[in-house]
Structures are given as structure tokens and as C-alpha cells.
């Protein structure tokens, strides 16, 4: 055994074992090349695991995938993925909807719609005569084809009609209608044919021209009372013209005169035949459209 005395001279036990020391280059090992950390690695220092990023979560907290999306982590506290715009505008919309529908179901609601009636034709019967025809016995086919009754004018009389036969009619008669309070009278002639017809139209039309020009001609410098009160009276109409039509088939013309006492005038022709009837003017048109011939 070795006394030694101090720092000075002596040295401690177990300070170096066969001039080697125990101390590994790290501090950390107990000799030369055994165990690790007995000197200089060959290979690179290891780098550490890089950490996840710990401002960022995932959906459930967790440190999230560096290759997945990252969620910020706000105050320390698990963050959630914000829904996409498209999905914020969808429901925006579905919610404006629904508002906008219940609104117009309430105002449905308080103002019921009214109900709306199918139109309605309405056909006025065809008056009918109050008063029976007379008889005609006997008499051309011509006299028998002349109707008894027209709309509510019934055959009140019958003659034969000179005027007509010295125009050059082989027939012409003069046939009176009443409906019980009106009158109405029928002039019909049968001409040999439809060109002879044509011209007794023509001379109507000549005769019915004369009073429209004197009409037209410039009154006279004096006035009176009578005349003032004609001038102030609604205007007649001018006379109308046009064309008879059978099954689409022009067979004849016509002219209608109304004059300023509510009264006028009808004439038509039908291939060989001439007809005019006097009456009431407003009747006139009805009568004309309702005749057989």
C-alpha cells in the first residue's frame, strides 16, 4: 500500500488505468471502442425528427400530416376546417327559399284567389209573329215561294203590282207584314232572266242617286226654322251597296237607304228575281238576312 500525502505529488487511485484513460470522448462511455460514444461516429449526425408543425392541427387536435391540410390552432384550443364558400352560398340560397315560400304560402293564404267563371254563350231566340198569316190559295210558284211569315212579321195582305209589270216583270206583287204593331211591305218582281234583273237594279240605284245630289246641292241664302232643325239632326248614313252571296256564289246586289225619319229601304236581287221592302230601318237588316229569297 502507497501513503501519499497532498495533491502535490501523489497521484489518486484509479486516476489511469495503464496510461488510458476511462473517459470516453463524450464523457459519456467507459473505454476506447467499447460502447457507444467511445469516439468519433463515421457516419453523419442523424438529424431529428422534424416535430409537426404545433401552430396547426388537424380536425381532431392532433399534430397534423405536413402533407395534409392544416388547420391553425387558434388560443391553444382544437381548430376546425372553415366549410368552403360554395357550400356557405348553397345554404345562403336553400335558407332565401324557404323564407320566400313561406311569405307567398301566407299571402296565398290570407288573399284566396277569386274564382273564375267559364264564359257563357248566350243565344237570343229568333222572335216569332203573334199574329197568324192569311191564306193564299191558289197563285203562281213565284207567289207561293214569297215566305208567310219573317221573324215576327206574319202576311197581313196580298195584291198583284202594276208598277212592277210596266218595269217589265212577268210577275209583281205588293205583300204587306205586321208583327201586331209594325208594318212592313214587300215589292217582289220575277224578270224573265238574271240580265234583266240586273238592269231594274240599275235603275233603282239611278233613282235613289237623284235625291242624294239635290241633298248635296248649296242651300238656299234664307233659312228656316225647319231647315235649322234638320241641319242640327243626327246625319243619316250614306247608302250602303254590296253583293248577295248564295253557298258562297254571288247571285245578285243590294242597297239599303235609311232616311231621317228612323224609316228606309232594302233592295236586292237573286239572279231572276227583284225584291224591296219598306219598313223600319233598324228592322231592316234582320228581315233582309232572315229572307229566304
Not at 66 to 87: E, F, M, N, Q, S
Not at 192 to 221: C, H, I, N, Y
Not at 262 to 288: C, E, F, H, P
Amino acid at each position: 500500500m502507497t501513503n501519499s500525502t497532498g495533491d502535490g505529488g501523489g497521484r489518486r487511485p484509479f486516476d489511469q488505468t495503464n496510461g488510458v484513460s476511462i473517459v470516453g470522448p463524450s464523457g459519456t462511455g467507459t473505454g476506447p471502442g467499447t460502447g457507444p460514444g467511445t469516439g468519433p461516429s463515421t457516419e453523419p449526425d442523424a438529424e431529428p425528427d422534424a416535430e409537426p408543425d404545433a401552430g396547426y392541427r388537424d380536425e381532431h387536435g392532433a399534430p397534423g400530416d405536413p402533407d395534409l391540410p392544416k388547420v391553425a390552432d387558434r388560443g391553444g384550443k382544437p381548430g376546425r376546417r372553415r366549410p368552403p364558400l360554395w357550400l356557405l352560398i348553397v345554404i345562403g340560397l336553400v335558407v332565401v327559399g324557404a323564407i320566400v315560400a313561406v311569405v307567398l304560402a301566407l299571402a296565398n293564404r290570407s288573399e284566396p284567389q277569386a274564382e273564375v267563371l267559364n264564359p257563357e254563350t248566350v243565344t237570343l231566340a229568333v222572335p216569332t209573329p203573334t199574329v197568324e198569316p192569311v191564306a193564299r190559295d191558289g197563285g203562281s210558284a213565284f207567289l207561293q215561294s214569297l215566305p208567310a211569315t219573317v221573324r215576327a212579321y206574319a202576311l197581313a195582305g196580298f195584291v198583284e203590282y202594276e208598277p212592277l209589270l210596266i218595269a217589265g216583270a212577268l210577275e209583281g206583287y205588293q205583300l204587306a207584314y205586321t208583327d201586331g204593331v209594325q208594318n212592313l211591305v214587300l215589292y217582289a218582281g220575277q224578270w224573265r232572266d238574271a240580265a234583266s234583273a240586273e238592269t231594274a237594279f240599275d235603275g233603282v240605284l239611278a233613282a235613289q242617286a237623284q235625291p242624294a245630289a239635290d241633298a248635296a246641292a248649296a242651300p238656299a241664302a234664307e233659312t228656316t226654322d225647319a231647315a235649322t232643325a234638320t241641319a242640327t239632326a243626327e246625319p243619316v248614313p250614306e247608302p250602303e251597296q254590296g253583293t248577295v252571296e248564295v253557298d258562297g256564289q254571288q247571285v245578285g246586289r243590294y242597297l239599303f237607304v235609311q232616311r231621317a225619319d228612323g224609316t228606309g229601304s232594302i233592295w236586292w236581287t237573286n239572279t231572276t228575281v227583284l225584291l224591296q221592302i219598306d219598313g223600319l230601318a233598324k228592322d231592316l237588316r234582320d228581315v233582309y238576312a232572315a229572307f229566304p229569297l
